[in-house]
């Protein structure tokens, strides 16, 4: 149990499109996802939180306007990077909670973008 | 601004040594504790959770927990080439607080 999918596992792009990120809960019914980024070697950093229905909290320093979140239902969270760019270039991951267990977290196998 | 320290190595540990992997946490209202295994370009897999003071066992995994020292610990038994990997450990203060994550510790396990 308590599977998280990802789509894609990979994208390249170009410069300037947007790039939209699914994240699914397979087996529960996740009342709160979470979106991480990670750089080579680096740890892993929140981006934002979001429960369903309700706008994402993001973290400091992460701009709302450029990484679109959508917690449309209890199993389906989407990230938009909009305008990427290279520097966006990095391994996002989301994970995903239930209401009986808020605590754990269980992650997505991880989306590679790679912005050209 | 909750803190959970690890220490970022790498460990190198001989196969079929015991692995320690240690982490310190700054809220002493820290009610939930994890330890997740990172493979080099993968997502983090959960492995252990531990909510009470002591040991938890589960096959070669034991997780350790000390509320009063602000300590939890992860032994590996029997290490193996494959235990090699980022162990990162994860720390919630209850409800609907976020979890903090470390920032990992590098284990290396020589065949």
């Known amino acids: 149990g308590a599977v998280v999918s990802q789509h894609p596992s990979w994208v390249i792009c170009k410069s300037g499109t947007s790039v939209k990120i699914e994240c699914r809960s397979l087996d529960f019914q996740a009342t709160t996802m979470f979106w991480y980024r990670q750089f080579p070697k680096q740890s892993l950093m929140l981006m934002a939180t979001s429960n369903e229905g309700s706008k994402a909290t993001y973290e400091q320093g992460v701009e709302k306007d450029k990484f679109l979140i959508n917690h449309a239902s209890l199993t389906l969270s989407t990230l938009t990077v909009t305008s990427a760019h290279p520097e966006d270039s990095s391994f996002y991951i989301c994970s995903a909670s239930s209401g009986r267990a808020p605590d754990t977290q269980y992650f997505g196998p991880g989306t590679r973008l790679t912005v050209l | 601004q909750k803190e959970v320290e690890q220490n970022s190595g790498p460990l190198s540990v001989p196969e079929g040594a015991i692995a320690s992997l240690n982490c310190t946490y700054s809220?002493?209202?820290?009610?939930?504790f994890f330890w997740y295994r990172q493979y080099s370009g993968k997502s983090p897999e959960l492995i252990m959770s531990i909510y009470s003071n002591g040991d938890k066992e589960d096959g070669r995994f034991t997780a350790q927990l000390n509320k009063a020292s602000q300590y939890v610990s992860l032994l590996i038994r029997d290490s193996q080439p494959s235990d090699s990997a980022t162990y990162l450990c994860a720390v919630h203060s209850g409800g609907y607080q976020k979890v903090t994550f470390g920032t990992g510790t590098k284990l290396q396990v020589i065949p």
């Open positions: 809220d002493r209202g820290s009610q939930s």
